[in-house]
Each structure stands twice: as structure tokens, then as C-alpha cells.
């Protein structure tokens, strides 16, 4: 991977040395921004109406938000979504979030520590990360890809120890390393050196898309080998075939627009996997807005929800961004416990729906 000096994308002025991989990431956080790495498909979660309860015969902060994750307890069933930041914003993204996570009592996520490894940049991915939030839970992160290009056991284990993490998530982007000009191909093989990864890292192990879904029948693929948890990540929210369209020229550009709307809505992969996998602890993510998002996750079987690119602005600016933006969601979540007479975030997962969207029970849980 050869270094060469370049500018960041939007010639902000700042020369820094900057490796092909790197400056992909600094042009991925530059589209999101934007606003051209959107979906063109919905996560299908508006269609979760819940039957409003005039009477809740409870006050508001009665409301009992905390969750688990793991054994270890959240002050809201509430995950930062990895997200990876190139050299020059990486950094202070990380301690934003990191601080907020500690701040606020909920997961956070890093975003693939491949560049890292490798050397050729920390990206504040250091001991020093677990510094700023040293009792929150934080989830390391790979793409399973690396798997079929030389990463195994010891590769996972460095990631996990580098940030002290409390799991381990690794990535499923198929779509995306298949319309990147020069992404990773070769996905055969990869379930057996995964299981290899799952049953020896010594940390709970998360497999997680990153926009197009998993399916009932992949989770159930997952969980046999011993995942600890799903996340969806499903279609109508960040698209990566929708990033790479914008980022690419000619035939590329032609072809990863062609898969902006695929892969399967979050709503029913929420569902299809809480179907199928009805233990299995599962992050609903994909799009999410709001807390109304998140309590329409829950509803559908998910236990905890995530949010990437809905955070991304906040985490440039400041901590405390980040922390007023998800007291924000929590507040909307706590109103949509209340407003279905829920006192605690298992009631809720069971409130009555107006109707019902596929694979959702309009009384009782969809599971
Ligand atoms: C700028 C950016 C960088 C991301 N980098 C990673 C990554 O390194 N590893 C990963 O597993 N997912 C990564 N993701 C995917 C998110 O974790 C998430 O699964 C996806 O964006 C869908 O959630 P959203 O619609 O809330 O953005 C990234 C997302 C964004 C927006």
C-alpha cells in the first residue's frame, strides 16, 4: 500500500500523508455527510404503528430505559455504530463518542481497526480510547473479509486487546467490497474461519452487515457456530453501494448505483431474524432517526439499536453533540413508553400495534 502526500477531499487545506485506504475512508465520511450515501429503498420501520394508550395510569419518569448487554448494564438499549474516520477526523470522532458512551451509560462501537493493525495509522484507536470511557462497553471491529486475506485468531485478538474491548464485531460487507474498484472478492471459506475466530477469542463475538441486512436464514448460519449476537444493520439507511456510486467514476459508478436500493429492509430483517433466532441477542440497526425508530426496533425483537451516520455530525463537533443527541432519542423513546403504557423497555417489546407490518404480531411479541 504505497503512501503518498494528498489532500483531504474537501481541501480543507490540511496536507497529510494519506495511504489508498485512508483516503477512502476520509472520502466515505465526506459523502455521508453529504447526504449521497443514502439508501434508495425505507427501512419499512414507519409501518410499526403502535396503538397509542390514552390512559397510561403511570408517570413519565417512571420509565425504566436500562437494558443489557452481555451481563452489562446500559442505561438505555442504545449502540454508537461503528464507524471508521480516515487520519484526520478519526480521533477526536473516537473521543467524542467514547466520552459520550461513558457519559450516557450506552455501547459504543469502533469503527474497523484494519488501518490500525496494519500501521499505518492508530485513528485514536489506542489503551487511550478505554482512558476516556473506562466503564463503558465498547465493541472492537474487522471485516470478515480479512479472514481470506491472511487476519485469523491472532489478528482478532490484537484488535480486542488494542482497545481494551469488551466483544467483538466483525463486519459482513459483501455488497460493498463487490462494486469497490480493488475490494475484497473472495468470500469462500470464510464461515469456518470465522467459527474459528468465535469459538477462541475469549470475548462475546457480534456479526453485524453494514446496510444491506442479514436474513433469518444467515443469523441462523451465524448462531450455529456460536456468535453471541446479530445486528442487522439492514437496507434504508447508509448504503455503501450508494457511498461507492459517488465516489467512483465510469463503469463502477454505473454499477454501485445499480445496488442503491438493495438488501433487505430493517424492519423485516429485525423481524425475519427474531423469527428465526429467537434467543439469540439481537442489534436492530439501519437507518434509525429517532427514539420512535428505536422503540419500532424493539417492538419488532430487537434488543438493542444502533445508529451510525445519524450521529456522524455530532461526533465531528464535540462530546457534548453527541450526549445532547441521544438524550434527544432517549427522550422520544422514553415518550413512546409512555404513551404505550410501557414501564420498562420488555413491555414494550410486547405494546399492542395498530397493525401489524410483515413478520409482527399486532398483540403480543413478534418473536
Ligand atoms: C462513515 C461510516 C463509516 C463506517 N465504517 C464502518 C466500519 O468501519 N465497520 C463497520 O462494521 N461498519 C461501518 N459502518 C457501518 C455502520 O456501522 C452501520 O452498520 C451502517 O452505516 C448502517 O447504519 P446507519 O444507517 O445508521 O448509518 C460505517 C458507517 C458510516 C456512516
Known amino acids: 500500500m504505497g503512501r503518498e502526500r494528498q489532500t483531504d477531499r474537501r481541501g480543507a487545506g490540511a496536507v497529510v500523508p494519506m495511504s489508498e485506504i485512508e483516503r477512502r475512508k476520509n472520502d466515505h465520511l465526506d459523502i455521508v455527510l453529504a447526504g449521497e450515501g443514502r439508501a434508495r429503498v425505507g427501512t419499512g420501520l414507519d409501518a410499526v404503528v403502535f396503538e397509542h394508550c390514552a390512559l397510561p395510569e403511570m408517570s413519565l419518569d417512571d420509565v425504566d430505559l436500562s437494558a443489557q448487554l452481555f451481563g452489562r448494564r446500559l442505561s438505555a438499549p442504545l449502540l454508537i455504530s461503528s464507524m471508521t474516520g480516515g487520519p484526520l477526523r478519526a480521533d477526536s470522532i473516537n473521543i467524542h463518542l467514547a466520552q459520550a458512551a461513558q457519559h450516557l451509560g450506552i455501547a459504543f462501537a469502533v469503527g474497523s481497526q484494519r488501518v490500525a493493525v496494519e500501521g499505518a495509522s492508530a485513528c485514536g484507536l489506542s489503551r487511550g480510547l478505554r482512558a476516556h470511557a473506562p466503564s463503558a462497553v465498547i465493541l472492537a471491529n474487522f471485516g470478515a473479509a480479512q479472514l481470506n486475506a491472511g487476519w485469523g485468531l491472532e489478528h482478532a485478538r490484537r484488535v480486542v486487546d488494542m482497545i481494551a474491548a469488551d466483544a467483538l464485531i466483525i463486519h459482513l460487507n459483501a455488497l460493498q467490497e463487490a462494486v469497490q474498484p480493488g475490494g475484497d472478492r473472495d ?32 443469523a441462523r448460519r451465524l448462531a450455529d457456530i456460536g456468535i453471541a449476537a446479530v445486528d442487522v444493520a439492514g437496507a434504508g439507511g447508509t448504503s455503501w453501494a450508494a457511498v ?9 459508478a454505473r454499477v454501485a448505483a445499480t445496488f442503491a436500493g438493495w438488501g433487505i429492509p430493517t424492519a423485516q430483517a429485525i423481524a425475519d431474524v427474531r423469527r428465526t433466532c ?4 439481537l442489534i436492530g440497526s439501519g437507518g434509525i432517526k429517532s427514539g420512535l425508530d428505536v422503540a419500532r426496533a424493539l417492538r419488532l425483537g430487537a434488543d438493542l439499536v444502533g445508529q451510525a451516520a445519524g450521529v456522524l455530525e455530532a461526533a465531528l463537533a464535540s462530546t457534548e453533540a453527541v450526549v445532547e443527541h441521544f438524550e434527544t432519542i432517549s427522550q422520544e ?30 398483540d403480543g411479541h413478534a418473536g
Do not use: D, M, N, Y
Request: positive net charge; contains cysteine; glycine residues 12%.
Open 187 to 218: 468470500w469462500s471459506g470464510l464461515v469456518g474461519r470465522l467459527e474459528a475466530v468465535v469459538r477462541h477469542v475469549g470475548v462475546p463475538v457480534i456479526v453485524k452487515e453494514v446496510g444491506a441486512g442479514i436474513s433469518g436464514r444467515v
Open 244 to 252: 461507492e456510486s459517488a465516489r467512483a467514476r465510469g463503469r463502477a
Open 278 to 281: 429467537p434467543a439469540l441477542t
Open 333 to 362: 423513546l422514553r415518550i413512546a413508553c409512555f404513551c404505550t403504557g410501557s414501564r420498562t423497555i420488555a413491555e414494550l417489546k410486547r405494546a399492542p400495534l395498530v397493525q401489524a407490518p410483515p413478520g409482527a404480531e399486532v
